[in-house]
């Protein structure tokens, strides 16, 4: 069964950091391209952060360049996300993509940017 599991969101405080995780299951990353997206209500979901399957390049919202890095670990079959220097504008859920021949989505996880 092929899923993607987001965690590691939570209430953060402003200029705080925080580390989002996807971990994959039935099928192997390093096939794929991953991408970071995040929504919040009545809004289209948005394009964070994506990293290619290949060279590993990154590419980042220029909302978020130089605060958040994209990471993957093809071995343990998961892509992070680290927050760094957060906004209460970065409140979203945020959702873990894959992408190659089909595109996998995970379920989501909230993130709270609030003093």
């Known amino acids: 069964q092929v899923q993607l599991v987001e965690s590691g969101g939570g209430l953060v405080q402003p200029g705080g950091s925080l580390r989002l995780s996807c971990a994959a299951s039935?099928?192997?990353?390093?096939?794929?391209?991953m991408s970071w997206y995040r929504q919040t209500p009545g809004k289209e979901r948005e394009l964070v952060a994506d990293i290619s399957r290949t060279v590993g390049s990154t590419k980042y919202a220029d909302s978020v360049k130089g605060r958040f890095t994209i990471s993957r670990d093809n071995a343990k079959n998961t892509v992070d996300l680290q927050m760094s220097s957060v906004k209460p504008e970065d409140t979203a859920v945020y959702y873990c993509?894959?992408?190659?021949?089909?595109?996998?989505w995970g379920q989501g996880t909230q993130v709270t940017v609030s003093s």
């Open positions: 039935g099928f192997a990353i390093s096939s794929y391209a």
């Open positions: 993509k894959a992408q190659y021949w089909a595109t996998y």
